[in-house]
C-alpha cells in the first residue's frame, strides 16, 4: 500500500495541531536551553542523554506529521468489493456508498474510514485502519519525551550541581524560575492526559474494539472469538516484528484481517 497524504479541511483541527506543535517546540527549545546543554557543558550528564532527548523529540514529531498527513483508510467512491467477500460489506446511511463492516462514517471529514477508532482534533484527522499504529507511536513517544523532561526539571533542582555559567542577560536564565513551573505544569497536565489515552487505546487493541465499537455497545464478548494480543497488535502495526512496532519512518504493510473475527457497526 502506497503512501497517500491526507489533509483535512478543519480549522478547529488545524489550531488543536498548531498548539500540539508549539508544545513540542516549547520542550525542544526550553528544556535543553536551560537545564539539558548547560549541565552537558559542565560536564554533569554524559552526551548520550542529550542524544536520547533528540532522539524522542524526532521519533515525537515524526509520529505526529505522519499521523496527521497519512490517510487513515478512506474508502473510494466506487470501491472495488472483492469477489466472495459482498456478505462482509455494508451500506452507509450517511453516504450510500458500500463499505466493509467495522469501517464507519465521520461526519466531521465526511467520509467513511476503514476500521475508524474515533477522529482526533489534535491531529486534525481520523485515526483509523492505516494511520492507527501512528497515532500510537505517538501517544508512546510523547510519554517518554513528557517524563524525560519532567525527571530533567526535577534533577536540576533537586540532585545536579548548581550551575556555574549563566548568562544573565538571557530573557529565560533571568526567568527561570517562572519558565520551569509553567513548563513543569504543562509537563504533567501532558503526561496525565496521554497517559489515559494510551492505556484505552492499549486495551482496545488487546480487546479487539475500536473505540466506537465501545460507545454503541454493538460488541458480543460471549460470541465473537478472542485473538491473543500478539496478533491484534500485529494487525494494527502491519508486522510480527515487534521491533518495528517503534519506528514510525517506516512502511506500513497490511496484514490481512479474517472476517469471521470482526465486529460490526
Not at 502506497?2 to 483535512?8: D, K, L, S, T
Not at 460489506?89 to 456508498?97: A, D, I, R
Not at 501532558?190 to 479487539?208: A, N, R, S
Not at 494487525?235 to 510480527?240: I, K, S
Request: charged residues 15%; aromatic residues 14%.
Amino acid at each position: 500500500m502506497g503512501f497517500r497524504i491526507h489533509f483535512v479541511v478543519d480549522p478547529h483541527g488545524w489550531c488543536c495541531l498548531a498548539v500540539i506543535v508549539c508544545v513540542w517546540l516549547f520542550n525542544v527549545a526550553i528544556i535543553p536551553k536551560i537545564i539539558i546543554l548547560p549541565h552537558y557543558e559542565e560536564g554533569h550528564i554524559p552526551g548520550a542523554l542529550v542524544i536520547l532527548f533528540y532522539g524522542l523529540a524526532i521519533f515525537c514529531l515524526v509520529a505526529l506529521v505522519r499521523a496527521s498527513i497519512t490517510d487513515p483508510g478512506r474508502l473510494p467512491e466506487n470501491p472495488k468489493i472483492p469477489h466472495g467477500e459482498r456478505e462482509f460489506w455494508e451500506l452507509c446511511n450517511k453516504c450510500n456508498l458500500m463499505r466493509p463492516k467495522r469501517s464507519h462514517h465521520c461526519s466531521r471529514c465526511g467520509h467513511c474510514v476503514r476500521r475508524m477508532d474515533h477522529h482526533c482534533p489534535w491531529i486534525n484527522n481520523c485515526v483509523g485502519e492505516d494511520n492507527h499504529w501512528l497515532f500510537l507511536q505517538l501517544c508512546f513517544y510523547t510519554e517518554l519525551l513528557t517524563s524525560y523532561a519532567l525527571m530533567f526539571a526535577f534533577c536540576h533542582y533537586y540532585y545536579f550541581l548548581p550551575l556555574k555559567k549563566r548568562n544573565l542577560d538571557l530573557f529565560i536564565v533571568r526567568h527561570e524560575l517562572a519558565i520551569m513551573r509553567f513548563a513543569t505544569l504543562l509537563g504533567i497536565t501532558m503526561l496525565v492526559g496521554i497517559t489515559g489515552l494510551f492505556y484505552t487505546q492499549l486495551i482496545g487493541i488487546i480487546t479487539d474494539t475500536t473505540s466506537i465499537e465501545k460507545m454503541s455497545n454493538c460488541c458480543e464478548e460471549i460470541s465473537r472469538p478472542r485473538k491473543p494480543w500478539q496478533q491484534t497488535f500485529s494487525e494494527v502495526f502491519g508486522t510480527r516484528w515487534k521491533i518495528l512496532w517503534f519506528i514510525p519512518f517506516r512502511q506500513r504493510q497490511p496484514l490481512r484481517v479474517p472476517y469471521h473475527f470482526a465486529n460490526h457497526v
